[in-house]
């Protein structure tokens, strides 16, 4: 039997393992949950609770949060522009720039 013949036979085969991997693909449900961030435990009802505590700013800071800055608007061929400025970190933003 040649090689092809021995293809064709199998044909069923592979075509059987094809549609199976694909529907596992299809069935298989993503999960959006990040572990890496907290959040509260919510009872029956729907509610939760948590205790936050602020801490103090760090040795040479004045304040005790971060402030910064982003852009956020549809561009001229209908495209998001969305990125955090860099006056956020004292540089000069070609994006402040051209707004102004």
Known sequence: MSGFDTLKA???????KLVTAAEKLVTTTKSYE??????????????GYAIIRFLP???GEDLPWVRFWDH??????GRWYI???LTSIG????VNSLAA
């Not at 990040?34 to 509610?47: E, H, L, V």
């Not at 956020?72 to 061929?77: A, S």
């Not at 540089?91 to 070609?94: A, E, K, L, T």
């Open 10 to 16: 199998a044909r069923h085969a592979s075509i059987a």
């Open 83 to 85: 990125e955090n400025s």
């Open 57 to 59: 700013a760090p040795a």
């Open 34 to 47: 990040d572990a890496r961030f907290w959040a509260p435990t919510i009872d029956k009802s729907g509610n």
């Open 72 to 77: 956020g608007f549809v561009g001229p061929t």
């Open 91 to 94: 540089q000069s933003d070609p």
